[in-house]
């Protein structure tokens, strides 16, 4: 019932797929208000979904094209990192964003946010997984942060997101530009949230989240930068700049811990 009410509410073209011969009763009822037609031929879905330019795969032995490779991304670099900033219980209009305490994100070229774009609407339908991915690209905020976010907190007229940090972990509750190619992502969210109201006010993703936004972000391909290729495991290691950090800093401590006495 929330696909179809999002359906009329975006005009988006809506196709689920039943893995079972028959609809379920509870599925046939609820589309008895919708504008539907069913197909069983996966051919004919496929047509039916792309039109008469229904894409054609190349043979298996055909090599990978570039969008099939990984997106390295810096601004990913603290999706996962270990701050904990808490969302304002009070109506808070937070000020732009001034980063003190850590660089910003570098804005992505036009051929990059496009590609990026189209890979998040291609990985995942749910609309606060992609619209907290695309969030963190042009926030650089971590998974935390984003989950402080709650629906009024963006700005379509201005275009602007507010993230909250009461303790000032990073710097502190602020408002960021949200890019031309990421509007479309936090409106659905928007969208997503009013659907279901005063049962869960999150915006984007929540705290709880974490497992699933990493794996629509390794769907789509996007990661933050690496490790050098001699100490890669084989797996995404999306804390591997905050464990860098964390060594440097323990090694600094070591270095100018005073003696004991004796």
């Known amino acids: 019932m929330r696909l179809l009410e999002l359906r009329a509410l975006t005009g988006i073209h809506l196709t689920l797929v039943c893995h079972r011969p028959h609809l379920p009763a ?3 009822q609820v589309l008895q208000t919708a504008d539907y037609c069913v ?12 039109g008469t330019t229904a894409p054609v795969h190349p043979p298996a032995d055909e090599p990978a094209r570039p969008t099939d490779r990984w997106l390295t991304l810096p601004a990913l670099d603290r999706l996962v990192s270990y701050d ?12 732009p964003i001034v980063f003190r305490h850590r660089p910003p994100p570098a804005p992505l070229t036009g051929q990059t946010a ?6 998040l609407a291609a990985a995942t339908a749910h609309p606060r997984l992609a619209a907290a991915l695309a969030a963190a690209l042009f926030t650089g905020a971590s998974l935390q942060q984003l989950a402080t976010a709650r629906p009024g907190d963006y700005d379509d007229t201005a275009a602007t997101l507010a ?3 009461r303790a000032r972990y990073t710097d502190g509750c602020a408002s960021h530009r949200v890019p031309p190619w990421a509007r479309v992502f936090l409106k659905a969210a928007v969208c997503f949230a009013r659907l279901a109201p005063g049962q869960d006010q999150h915006l984007l993703a929540g705290p709880n989240d974490r497992t699933h ?16 290729a001699d100490q890669r495991t084989g797996r995404i290691q999306w804390d591997w700049r905050e464990r860098k950090e964390a060594q440097h800093y323990d090694t600094m401590l ?5 003696p004991p006495s004796r």
């Open 213 to 228: 936004l990493l794996r629509v972000a390794e769907g789509a391909r996007l990661r933050p930068p690496q490790p050098p």
């Open 114 to 119: 496009r590609e990026a774009a189209r890979r």
């Open 39 to 50: 197909t069983a031929d996966f051919q004919a879905a496929r047509c039916h979904y792309y």
């Open 163 to 165: 993230l909250h940090d």
């Open 254 to 258: 070591t270095r100018h811990q005073i």
């Open 26 to 28: 509870a599925l046939h």
């Open 84 to 95: 904990s900033p808490t969302p304002c219980t009070a109506p808070c209009t937070p000020p």
